[in-house]
């Protein structure tokens, strides 16, 4: 069973300009979590989608958005890209809100950089 | 709010020791989870280990233990015999109760077995 998927692994881009990062959850999961590891600051919570329906959002500004698609698969956008926003992007799947404890599987991760 | 403190940026373990990784935590709600992952160097997040808020005894996976101890909310991880592929980040953090995936991390803990 294909786990977790993320695409692209590795995306350089220059200050103001967007990012999109992908997500393909694990088959038959609902839910889609976002979450950036900045350097030093552990992982934070970003977004939280389920159902295709964004759930709650982390303390970040609103040019930080994203979407569920009807397949589940989820993609993060990032506008006006600022160096500070240079991190690895973590998305992970789970059953919804109805999964059972531990079943949050993670990706390996987009790792943005902004020059 | 919830709040995760992981005081050890770095550990050394010798190989075939038992390692303990310190978690302390914050908050008010009474229901809670708390999991512990591991990041090799590769990004991907590992579950590891889960512990409910009414969870009686003291949860365990393998060669994982989580020393819970609600009343000085602390969550240390026990690694026994440890191996060279546990050399990684290990995060811990928390979860607000059943229902979301939505995670507080610490900012880990760097461990390095040594042979």
């Known amino acids: 069973e294909a786990g977790v998927t993320q695409s692209p692994t590795h995306l350089i881009k220059t200050r103001g300009q967007q990012a999109t990062l992908r997500c393909s959850p694990i088959?038959?999961?609902?839910?889609v979590y976002w979450y950036q590891q900045a350097l030093g600051l552990g992982l934070q919570f970003l977004l939280w989608y389920d159902e295709g329906e964004e759930r709650n959002r982390g303390n970040f500004p609103p040019r930080f958005s994203g979407r569920q698609f009807p397949n589940y698969s989820s993609e993060l956008n990032v506008n006006a890209l600022e160096l500070e926003d240079s991190a690895l992007y973590l998305c992970?799947?789970?059953?919804?809100?109805?999964?059972?404890?531990?079943?949050?599987?993670f990706g390996e991760g987009s790792r943005l950089t902004v020059l | 709010a919830q709040k995760i403190t992981q005081t050890q940026p770095g550990m050394f373990v010798q190989e075939k020791e038992a390692v303990t990784l310190d978690c302390t935590y914050d908050t008010s709600d009474p229901s809670y989870g708390l999991f512990w992952y591991k990041q090799p160097s590769s990004g991907e997040m590992i579950f590891l280990i889960y512990q409910g808020s009414y969870d009686q005894q003291n949860a365990t996976e393998g060669r994982y233990s989580l020393n819970f101890q609600k009343a000085r909310k602390s969550a240390n991880l026990v690694i026994s015999a440890s191996q060279l592929g546990d050399s990684a980040m290990y995060f811990c953090a928390m979860s607000p109760g059943a229902g979301s995936y939505q995670l507080t991390f610490g900012k880990g803990t760097k461990l390095s077995v040594i042979p």
């Open positions: 992970a799947s789970s059953l919804g809100r109805t999964g059972t404890v531990g079943e949050l599987f």
């Open positions: 088959s038959g999961h609902t839910s």
